[in-house]
C-alpha cells in the first residue's frame, strides 16, 4: 500500500507541477486550452498557481498527512471545475484531462487509505 500510495502521489505532484510551470512561462499549449475553452488569459497565473499549490500540498503530505488529503481534493475539484469548462463549449477531446483527473483521485483515494482516513 506505501509503495502504491508513494509512487501516485510522486506522479501526481510531478505532472501537476509541470502543468503550473507551462502556466506560468505562458507555454503554447495552456494557452490554446484557454482559447479553445473561452477562458480568459489572464487567468492562466491563477490557475498555475492552484496546480502549484496542489503538487506542493501532495509533498507537504508526507510530513503532515492532512495537507497531501486536502491537496488531492482540492485537486479533484480542480479537475472537476476544468471538466465543466470543456463540457461548456461540448469539446470532446478529454483525454489529457482524464489522466490528470484519474491522478488526482487516485491520489486522493490513496491518501485516504494510507492514512486511515478511509
Same mark, same amino acid.
Given at each position: 500500500?506505501?509503495?502504491?500510495?508513494?509512487?501516485?502521489?510522486?506522479l501526481t505532484?510531478?505532472?501537476?507541477?509541470?502543468a503550473?510551470i507551462a502556466?506560468f512561462?505562458?507555454?503554447?499549449?495552456?494557452?490554446s486550452?484557454?482559447d479553445? !475553452? +473561452? *477562458?480568459?488569459?489572464?487567468?492562466? %497565473?491563477? $490557475?498555475?498557481t492552484?496546480?502549484?499549490? /496542489? =503538487?506542493l500540498?501532495?509533498?507537504?503530505?508526507?510530513?503532515?498527512?492532512? !495537507? +497531501? *488529503?486536502l491537496?488531492?481534493g482540492? %485537486?479533484? $475539484?480542480y479537475?472537476l471545475g476544468?471538466? /465543466? =469548462?470543456?463540457?461548456?463549449?461540448r469539446?470532446r477531446q478529454?483525454?489529457?484531462?482524464a *489522466?490528470?483527473?484519474?491522478?488526482?483521485v487516485?491520489?486522493?483515494a490513496?491518501?485516504?487509505?494510507?492514512h486511515?482516513?478511509?
Amino acid at each position: 500500500m506505501f509503495t502504491a500510495y508513494l509512487v501516485v502521489t510522486l506522479l501526481t505532484s510531478v505532472a501537476n507541477g509541470a502543468a503550473a510551470i507551462a502556466n506560468f512561462i505562458g507555454h503554447d499549449y495552456p494557452k490554446s486550452q484557454a482559447d479553445k !475553452l +473561452g *477562458v480568459p488569459r489572464s487567468w492562466m %497565473l491563477p $490557475l498555475g498557481t492552484l496546480l502549484g499549490a /496542489g =503538487a506542493l500540498g501532495l509533498l507537504a503530505g508526507f510530513a503532515v498527512p492532512v !495537507l +497531501g *488529503v486536502l491537496s488531492a481534493g482540492g %485537486l479533484v $475539484l480542480y479537475f472537476l471545475g476544468a471538466y /465543466g =469548462a470543456h463540457a461548456r463549449v461540448r469539446d470532446r477531446q478529454l483525454g489529457p484531462w482524464a *489522466v490528470f483527473f484519474c491522478l488526482a483521485v487516485a491520489a486522493l483515494a490513496l491518501n485516504l487509505a494510507h492514512h486511515g482516513y478511509w
